[in-house]
C-alpha cells in the first residue's frame, strides 16, 4: 500500500538520467499550470524566474481558495539559499493563521523568520541545509527538482526538498527515461512526464496514482482574476472544498451500539476501482487517518466471532479487481498509509459486491439493520461492498 503524507506534495520523484540532452531550462518571462484532478481544477500556479530569483503565484483550492506567494532565491547548484512564503486570500487578506515564512538556507541547517499581522517574528533554526522548496500541486516545485537533477551528470539524483513548515524534508530519486519525458515516482506509484524543449515540464500525469493528478503547461493566466472567481464560487457554495472529509456511521442493532469513524473522499470524476483501490491493493477503506470500527458486543461474521472493543477496518483487493475482503485488525489510531501487520489481524471475511443505480459521489460507510441482525456496507461510484453480521448474545 502506498504512503500518502497529511498534506500531500506533489514533487517530481521521477526517473530522471543526464544523458537526455533536452536543453536548460529557461522559463518565458512567465509560465503557467493548471493542476487538475479527475475533472476538478485544484490548483492554478504562475511563476516567472529572472536568472536565479523566481517569483511565483499559485492558486491552491482545497478546502477553499488561497494563493500563495514564494520568492526564492536560487544558489548556482539550484537549490534554494532563501525563500520568502505567504498565504493570501483572493481579497488580499490574510487567511486565518496566515503568516509570512522567510528561510535563510545555509549548508547545514535553516532558519525560519514567521511573520504575523501582530507584527511578532518568531525565530527558528533547523537541521538540513540547501533544497527545493516544496509545495503540494505546486509544478514549479517539480520544475526545479528536475532541472537540479539534470545540474549533476548523473543517471541518479536524489533530490533535497522542504515544505513551507520546514518539517517534510525529504530525499527524492530522479531518473530520466528517454531524451524528453520521466518517470515520476510518487509515494511508491509511477507517474509521467514530458518535458518542452528547454527542459520544463510539458505536462505531468498521475493516472495510476491514488490522487490523478495531471498537470498541464497552459497559456499566460491572471492568478488575481481567476483566484477571485474561485473565491466567489465558494461563497455561492461551489467550492471544491475539503479531499476528504470525515465522518461517523452508528447504528444500535439487536442491543450493540455500532460506530464507524472514517474519511470520505470525493470521487471527482476519477475511476477509483482500477488496480485496487485508487492503486492501493490493500486499502484503509477511506481517506486520512485509518478507518476505525467499535462494537459494544460480541459480533458473528462469516462464521467467526469478533470480540466487542475497537479495531481498523481495510479492504483487501485481489488481482484484476476479481473480488474484495474485509481485513478487521486491532491496531487504531494511526495514519491510513501506516500499513497494518498481518500478525495483528483479527479476521479477513469475504465481501459482496453488488453494482447499484446511484452513484456514490463521496465514498460512503453504512451499517444497516437485516434480518435478526445486520449489514456493514460501504459504497463509491455506482459499486458497493457489503458484509452481514449477527449481534452474539
Request: net charge positive; glycine share 10%.
Amino acid at each position: 500500500m502506498h504512503r500518502i503524507a497529511m498534506i500531500p506534495v506533489l514533487i517530481v520523484a521521477a526517473a530522471c538520467g543526464t544523458t537526455a540532452s533536452v536543453g536548460s531550462p529557461t522559463p518565458d518571462a512567465s509560465t503557467s499550470y493548471v493542476v487538475r484532478r479527475g475533472a476538478d481544477t485544484i490548483a492554478v500556479e504562475r511563476y516567472s524566474r529572472a536568472g536565479q530569483r523566481v517569483e511565483s503565484s499559485i492558486i491552491q483550492r482545497e478546502p477553499s481558495t488561497f494563493v500563495g506567494h514564494s520568492n526564492i532565491e536560487l544558489g548556482p547548484d539550484g537549490l534554494a539559499r532563501s525563500w520568502r512564503y505567504e498565504t493570501r486570500l483572493a481579497n488580499g487578506s490574510r487567511p486565518v493563521n496566515g503568516a509570512t515564512v522567510t528561510w535563510t538556507l545555509t549548508a547545514d541547517s535553516s532558519l525560519s523568520v514567521v511573520t504575523r499581522d501582530t507584527g511578532v517574528a518568531q525565530n527558528r533554526r533547523i537541521a538540513g541545509g540547501y533544497a527545493i522548496p516544496s509545495l503540494a500541486n505546486s509544478m514549479l516545485t517539480q520544475n526545479l527538482a528536475i532541472a537540479y537533477a539534470r545540474m549533476q551528470n548523473s543517471d541518479s539524483v536524489n533530490v533535497p526538498t522542504m515544505g513551507a513548515n520546514g518539517t517534510n524534508r525529504g530525499s527524492i530519486p530522479i531518473r530520466f527515461v528517454t531524451r524528453d519525458s520521466l518517470r515520476v515516482w510518487y509515494f511508491g506509484q509511477p507517474m509521467y512526464a514530458k518535458l518542452d524543449a528547454d527542459g520544463q515540464v510539458r505536462w505531468i500525469d498521475g493516472a495510476v496514482t491514488a490522487n490523478k493528478i495531471r498537470g498541464t503547461k497552459s497559456s499566460p493566466l491572471n492568478i488575481a482574476s481567476l483566484a477571485s472567481a474561485y473565491a466567489a464560487r465558494d461563497a455561492a457554495g461551489a467550492g471544491l472544498g475539503a479531499a476528504t472529509t470525515r465522518d461517523t456511521a452508528r447504528a444500535q442493532i439487536q442491543g450493540a451500539t455500532l460506530w464507524v469513524d472514517y474519511g470520505r473522499p470525493a470521487l471527482r470524476g476519477r475511476n477509483v476501482w482500477v488496480n485496487g483501490v485508487l492503486g492501493d491493493t490493500l486499502w484503509r477503506t477511506g481517506g486520512n487517518a485509518a478507518t476505525q470500527f467499535r462494537t459494544s458486543s460480541d459480533l458473528r461474521i462469516d462464521g467467526k466471532t469478533l470480540p466487542a472493543g475497537t479495531y481498523t477496518l481495510w479492504t483487501h483487493v485481489f488481482p484484476r479487481n476479481a473480488r474484495y475482503e474485509l481485513v478487521i485488525n486491532r491496531r487504531t489510531g494511526q495514519w491510513g498509509t501506516d500499513m497494518p501487520l498481518p500478525e495483528q489481524d483479527v479476521m479477513r471475511v469475504p465481501l459482496t459486491e453488488r453494482t447499484m443505480p446511484n452513484s456514490a459521489e463521496r465514498f460512503t460507510i453504512t451499517v444497516e439493520p437485516r434480518g435478526d441482525g445486520g449489514v456493514l456496507a460501504m459504497q463509491w461510484g455506482t459499486k458497493r461492498l457489503e458484509v452481514p453480521f449477527t449481534v452474539v448474545r
